[in-house]
């Protein structure tokens, strides 16, 4: 998984939205709506990635994730934003806004 994530955020046209999250976390669950409001209303410029920390750790080891959920946009290949824990949707679709616009 963290060569194929890596290869995606290389390569993609467009940029690349990563949610690293678990199964028993609570704030996890709780912004799962925005990021999936978030894949819905940029469908086409920009890609939503959900990775689960438990099901692939080496993932979460090679983007140094130390508190999840942990959200990060990449754009061209590079981290363009990055944040832990969870943000409510507005401030999300903010973020994507301004890296989409730069």
Known sequence: MSQ????LIQSSQVPVFVDF??????PCKIVAPAVKQLAREFTGRMIVVKVNVDQHPAAAAQF?????PALMLFDKGKLAWRTAGALPYQQLKAEVLKVLAG
């Open 64 to 68: 140094q994730v130390q508190g999840i």
């Open 4 to 7: 194929s994530l890596n290869d």
């Open 21 to 26: 999250w678990a199964d028993w976390c609570g």
